[in-house]
């Protein structure tokens, strides 16, 4: 029931952001309507629609802005003012990133446009197969790597991650964070995605838990406050990225929905493992803050 509760939700609050896109919409206003924190509903949103909610917003309002200009004699000038844009410049730059075509060219031309219908949520009750977590309490911790930030939003935890990721391998600053830590030449390290932006960037760093006080100014080091986490597992015969995006695409898909917790600010880690017995020789685990949602959520 919770599940068919989130939907409902999610789906009246796509409602919400469709009949104030003519006023000012803030995430604020937006989150507190959806029951959820401004964090936790930005990170939902984006997992389940691939748009972050800015991104959603400016593109519905640059549709509804091309239709208004081919189907009506409405001035561009007006037009951009009306969705919320302080000049013509921004409005068409705005405008041909999106159609391909400045405001003014396609009143006149009577050009295509490209659309962006409003987004609905649909009800799914059954899920695959079982997901497997715990919830662990952690105190505050030091973890040291290298980092970036990555500039893609959709999928960059297909490929610009992977990317840096295979970059470190051939400069050897992966296997010179594994000898710092003591540890073979490819032993398995973890990832932290944290600093999230609105924008949907943010940074991605790759290294492990400090296991001395002292580390070389070569790495850059996170300090990761004291957090209750959900921990997802996943299992395999070999490193796969498929495995997880799974595990990322289920907790948010169907985990989220049916729980009582919600996402709270702070890093977000995948760690990999080798050699485990019971299930294989691979296991990697989500590791997500979160917290209890309250009893009005």
């Not at 936790?40 to 909610?53: D, I, K, N, P, S």
């Not at 391998?169 to 932290?192: A, K």
């Not at 492990?208 to 406050?225: G, H, R």
């Not at 490193?239 to 890093?267: K, M």
Request: include cysteine; proline fraction near 3%; hydrophobic fraction near 35%.
């Amino acid at each position: 029931m919770r599940k068919v509760e989130t939907i409902v939700m999610l789906n009246n609050t796509l409602e919400y952001i469709e009949k104030n896109l003519y006023t000012t919409l803030n995430i604020d206003d937006i989150s507190k309507f959806a029951c959820s924190s401004r964090y936790h509903f930005q990170r939902v949103f984006h997992a389940l629609t691939g748009f972050t909610v800015t991104q959603y917003i400016k593109n519905r309002r640059l549709t509804l802005a091309a239709e208004e200009l081919v189907a009506t004699n409405k001035r561009v000038i007006d037009i951009a003012l009306k969705y919320g844009y302080q000049s013509p410049e921004a409005f068409t730059k705005a405008f041909k990133r999106l159609h391909g075509i400045s405001p003014s060219a396609l009143k006149k031309l009577n050009g295509k446009i490209k659309a962006f219908p409003k987004i609905s949520f649909q009800i799914s009750i059954k899920g695959e197969y079982e997901i497997i977590y715990r919830i662990v309490e952690k105190e505050s911790f030091k973890v040291f790597g290298v980092e970036f930030t990555t500039t893609r939003v959709n999928d960059a935890a297909y490929r610009e991650i992977p990317e840096f990721i295979n970059k470190i391998f051939e400069n050897g600053i992966y296997d010179r964070i594994n000898q710092v830590l003591g540890n073979p030449e490819g032993s398995l390290l973890y990832g932290f995605h944290y600093n999230f932006k609105e924008d949907g960037t943010r940074k991605y760093m790759m290294g492990y838990e400090m296991l001395k006080a002292e580390i070389s100014d070569e790495f850059t080091i996170l300090q990761v406050p004291k957090l209750t986490w959900a921990v997802f597992e996943g299992y395999g015969t070999m490193p796969d990225n498929l495995i997880i995006h799974n595990i990322w695409r289920r907790i948010y898909f169907e985990w989220f929905p049916s729980s009582a917790f919600e996402q709270v600010e702070g890093p977000c880690i995948e760690r990999n493992f080798w050699n485990d017995k019971k299930h294989g020789e691979y296991k990697c685990e989500v590791w997500i803050p979160v917290k209890r949602k309250s009893i009005n959520s």
